[in-house]
């Protein structure tokens, strides 16, 4: 297995409480420090505009303006957002903004897409909210667009929402055949099939059971658009909450429930806290070992693991590195 690391950026309220003007320091102390440990193959951000589960005015800081701070920071990971709303941005600008990065990480940069999903925050920039299948059409028209940009050095595409006519995209990405492709979602009659055309990467359901079942389904898109299953890395997203032993895990959801408790409804603090319990990623060490080889025997090769206290301690990125890392690689 394959280990990615988020980075705190704010919008699961994961920089509250840390001055603002202390925020950048403390989203790159944390990228250089996984830059340092050779377990940690890349680092992820998100890309929101606005909190999550509610909007707020605690700060949410913009994905791609990160991964350029980011790649200059960092000199070693690999640098990917989970995952780039294709509409916030305009394809080729973005394919355009994407291959700048790669030149100044040093060809570094994974891109992480989807359809999008977040309503408030598409209506607050002025977005609309298309109904999903003009989203996932966006998506695939967007992806059609990457890929002419990174390969030629130019595009012209004439979509249903999207038209270039000659769009120069130089400097090509130093990446060979351009910037790996995650497409993420598990929808499964339309963004799986996307995946299966074009994805080097996927992105879904990280439970076993939902794990298998997402599997299956891109194995028959493959089939269906003649490409190979076996080629395309699966992925999943895991919250991670450790303890080393029972006592010292409910220290820590309780410690997480205290810090979001105070942004968060009642309600929606359960609807956070259920995120983490009974997940393949909460427990003793030796409890997620056993659950996350669960879902590696069933083809999982990437996990991207998020750490709600990242930005306050490591103190459980340590222990999850000792004692739960080396038994999965």
Known sequence: ??????????????????????????????AQRADAQPAWESIWVYDHFHTTPVPSEEATHEAWSLMAG?????????????????????????AKAAATV??????????GIG????????????????????????????????????????????GEHYQVDGAICR???LQKGGIPLWIAGGGEKVTLKIAARYAQ????????????????????????VGTDFGAITRSANYNVMIGADEAELRER????????????????????????????????PEQIVEKLTEVKNLGMEYGIFYFSDAAYSTGQMELFEREVLPHLA
């Not at 790669?102 to 891109?111: N, P, Q, T, V």
């Not at 359901?205 to 269906?224: M, N, Q, V, Y």
């Open 171 to 173: 400097p090509l990405p």
């Open 70 to 94: 980011l790649g200059a920071a960092t000199s070693r990971v690999r640098l990917g957002q989970m995952c780039t709303c294709m509409a916030y941005r305009n394809p080729m600008y973005l």
């Open 253 to 284: 959801e309780q410690e997480f429930a205290a810090r979001l408790g105070q942004h968060l409804s009642d309600e929606q603090l359960a609807g956070q806290v259920s995120g983490y319990q009974g997940m393949p990623a909460h427990g003793t």
């Open 1 to 30: 297995m394959r280990f990615g690391l988020f980075i705190p950026q704010g919008w699961r309220f994961d920089l509250a409480g840390v001055p603002e003007s202390d925020h950048w320091s403390t989203m790159s102390s944390r």
């Open 102 to 111: 790669d030149h100044i990480s040093g060809g570094r940069l994974e891109m």
């Open 201 to 224: 990467y996927t992105n879904f359901d990280g439970t076993p059971e939902g794990f298998a079942h997402k599997s299956e389904i891109l194995r028959e898109h493959c089939r269906e």
């Open 115 to 158: 359809g999008g999903w977040y309503e408030h925050e598409w209506r607050a920039y002025g977005y609309g909210f298309p109904r999903a299948g003009v989203r996932l059409k966006m998506l695939d028209e967007g992806v059609q667009i990457f890929r002419q940009a990174w390969s030629e050095g130019v595009a012209t595409f004439d």
